[in-house]
């Protein structure tokens, strides 16, 4: 076998293999003999066929068993040698004009592999990065709103929208002629958590139900995401229903009445999901702090195949989301950077994980399948048929590896813990 590089150019790779045809021929002999010893073939002893009747019967299928194994097997074993990754299977080119003189053992076999590899990336020390973690300071006060939020009810109404009404509408989003966003909504308006920006809402104060509006709004800069940023935008926006809310007292019963034991019993159950919640959001704040380091910290050429992988995925999710094509440039130019990002940051965790030897073992897929199960009971058939499936076990596993490096990280990093109203102050 010879082999030789093509082309070496930063992660791309091009590598020419010939098998000469003694060799193959040496290979199918052995075979023949193989067979030989092994097949009956009627008016003949076993062992005893000759060879011209071997060759005449067996030669063409076994030398094409021959080439299929060797194109089968030597993408891996060469990049082994090499000591090299690919990031995707390797492209294997043949020419196929060629491919019956090869059979028939008068040509060499010729072939080449193209394929991208992984950047090799020199792990940096972890404890000089330093982040900030928010402290959890939920008040009385948090607990009370929340609790009016959960046992308010709310009393459909033919009068006009007032701040603290839900209402709920069917909208249309278009910019520049083009539809971008179509959906329905549910809005308490004045509320904190809405999912407009406030100038959007305040259009709603006043109307009832079955008003058809037009809405002429600008993005603030801030808006996520970017793409909409500082953009203009009309919604046609149909009003379907208003609803005041009934402000019931808060006592023993009326927690009774949402499917709690007590007031008391209400209020624990409040604190531990708040806590719970504002734990998760911190947690994810402390991880995009985390890859945040890494990336500025990190410089190196990453994969164009795995980047173009990725940026398929998020066009494909974000077209699924927004009803849109994503024709527009500066949107397509986004998430190809957030690809880049993503698959940057997938290198250097797994260049880490390699050094800290973490591994994902199958207890642990198990204890993430069971953890999901109790969290979302109802759905429990749903997530097992989903996890049947090879490519969301692969997600899984990722996930899994993903969270494990973070792990690892935060145990070697400079973490300064501050209240939340003091955030600002520390960042600037």
Do not use: W
Not at 33 to 54: A, D, L, Q, S, Y
Not at 132 to 139: L, V
């Amino acid at each position: 076998m010879k082999i030789t590089e093509m082309l070496n150019k930063g992660l791309k790779r091009e590598i020419k293999i010939i098998i000469p045809a003694i060799d193959l021929r040496n290979k199918l002999e052995e075979r023949l003999i193989e067979t030989k010893n092994k097949i009956k073939i009627k008016g003949f002893r076993k062992g005893k066929v000759p060879e011209t009747h071997m060759h005449k019967m067996y030669s063409k299928p076994l030398m094409v068993e021959i080439i299929h194994d060797i194109l089968k097997h030597a993408p891996h074993s060469i990049l082994e040698k090499r000591g090299e990754r690919s990031t995707t299977k390797p492209q294997l080119n043949l020419n196929e004009q060629e491919l019956e003189k090869v059979v028939s053992g008068s040509t060499d076999l010729s072939f080449t592999l193209n394929y991208e590899i992984f950047p090799h990336i020199e792990v940096k020390n972890p404890s000089t990065i330093k982040i900030t973690r928010r402290m959890i300071n939920i008040s009385d006060a948090d607990i009370e709103e929340e609790i009016k939020n959960i046992a308010c009810t709310y009393i459909e109404t033919n009068h006009p929208a007032e701040t603290g009404d839900r209402i709920t509408i069917d909208y249309l989003g278009t910019m520049n002629d083009k539809p971008f966003k179509k959906n329905m909504a549910h809005l308490i308006l004045g509320e904190k958590r809405g999912i407009f920006p406030p100038s959007f809402e305040q259009y709603l104060i006043g109307k009832k139900s079955g008003d058809h509006i037009q809405i002429h709004l600008t993005f603030p800069p801030e808006h996520e995401p970017k793409s909409l940023a500082n953009q203009t935008a009309i919604f046609e926006v149909q009003v379907k229903k208003v609803a005041q809310p009934n402000n019931t007292q808060i006592d023993d019963a009326a927690a009774q009445e949402v499917g709690f034991k007590s007031l008391s019993h209400l209020r624990d159950i409040v604190k531990k999901r708040m806590t719970s919640q504002c734990n998760s959001i911190i947690n994810q704040e402390v991880k995009y702090q985390i890859l945040n380091a890494l990336d500025k910290e990190y410089q190196f050429e990453v994969p164009e195949t795995l980047v173009e992988i990725e940026f398929k995925n998020i066009c494909q999710q974000i077209s699924e989301l927004q009803k849109t094509d994503l024709q527009e440039k500066d949107a397509r130019n986004e998430y190809y950077e957030l690809a880049k990002r993503r698959v940057r940051l997938s290198c250097i965790l797994s260049a880490i994980g390699q050094e800290a030897k973490i591994i994902i073992k199958n207890k642990d897929i198990q204890h993430a399948i069971h953890t999901q199960i109790h969290q979302d009971p109802k759905n429990k058939q749903e997530i097992l048929t989903l996890l049947r499936n090879p490519t969301a076990i692969i997600d899984l596993h990722a996930l899994l590896y993903e969270e494990k490096v973070i792990q690892y990280l935060l145990e070697k990093i400079s973490i300064k813990e501050i209240l939340p109203e003091n955030l600002k102050n520390d960042e600037s």
